[in-house]
T-cell receptor, first 113, second 116 residues
Framework: DAGITQSPRHKVTETGTPVTLRCHQT?????MYWYRQDPGHGLRLIHY???????DKGEVSDGYSVSRSKTEDFLLTLESATSSQTSVYFC????????????FGPGTRLTVL | AQKVTQAQTEISVVEKEDVTLDCVYE???????LFWYKQPPSGELVFLIR??????QNEISGRYSWNFQKSTSSFNFTITASQVVDSAVYFC?????????????FGKGTHLIIQP
């Protein structure tokens, strides 16, 4: 158990509303990630962070922003949700070394109507 | 660019049969890492194995074994004597070690169904 929690676990929202997903870890890991999982696509990287206030874009970053003001929290924001952002969102942390495996949170199922 | 291909979208076998899940990857990097993850019906992602590009030894863990072949850019996963509890979606993933902390590139997954 890598001590990763995600909130909320489920959310239904309407198109055009802002949404923030939270990832919280308890083990002081430096590297954190947000992925989305869609049928037929596997998991795709949205954004990642390599330290407090240090973030970078992943493969599918359009329409998403992130913030990391504390080591333990990594927030994913959809400024104006669209139906194409209906997905399951996973947060992950990486072990101490950059080549280590990633451990995933339980996921957040987001539905945008 | 990196790419991971899991050509088998779905595999269905009867319990106790052996089954192999294929994974083919593309990368220009000489140093990289390969992973397998399991996603059972409950939805969580479970780490199974990590293999680095310098280590081509096969690995066995109980009923699970992994065959890494650099010559064919493949990292296949075999389950021996499959059980119903092995039913899940399995993902192969690639991580290139550029010194940074970039994310993983995942294949699209193979849905494995073990029938009793």
């Amino acid at each position: 158990d890598a001590g990763i929690t995600q909130s909320p676990r489920h959310k239904v929202t309407e198109t055009g509303t802002p949404v923030t997903l939270r990832c919280h870890q308890t083990e002081n890991h430096r590297y954190m990630y947000w992925y989305r999982q869609d049928p037929g696509h596997g998991l795709r990287l949205i954004h990642y962070s390599y330290g407090v206030k240090d973030t970078d874009k992943g493969e599918v970053s359009d329409g998403y922003s992130v913030s990391r003001s504390k080591t333990e929290d990594f927030l994913l924001t959809l400024e104006s949700a669209t139906s194409s952002q209906t997905s399951v969102y996973f947060c992950a942390i990486r072990g101490l070394a950059a080549y280590n495996e990633q451990f995933f949170g339980p996921g957040t199922r987001l539905t945008v109507l | 660019a990196q790419k991971v291909t899991q050509a088998q979208t779905e595999i269905s076998v009867v319990e106790k049969e052996d089954v192999t899940l294929d994974c083919v990857y593309e990368t220009r990097d000489t140093t990289y890492y390969l992973f397998w993850y399991k996603q059972p019906p409950s939805g969580e992602l479970v780490f199974l194995i990590r293999r680095n590009s310098f280590d081509e030894q096969n690995e066995i863990s109980g009923r699970y074994s992994w065959n890494f072949q650099k010559s064919t850019s493949s990292f296949n996963f075999t389950i021996t004597a499959s059980q119903v509890v092995d039913s899940a979606v399995y993902f192969c993933a690639l991580d290139y070690s550029g010194g940074g902390a970039d994310g993983l590139t995942f294949g699209k997954g193979t849905h494995l169904i073990i029938q009793p």
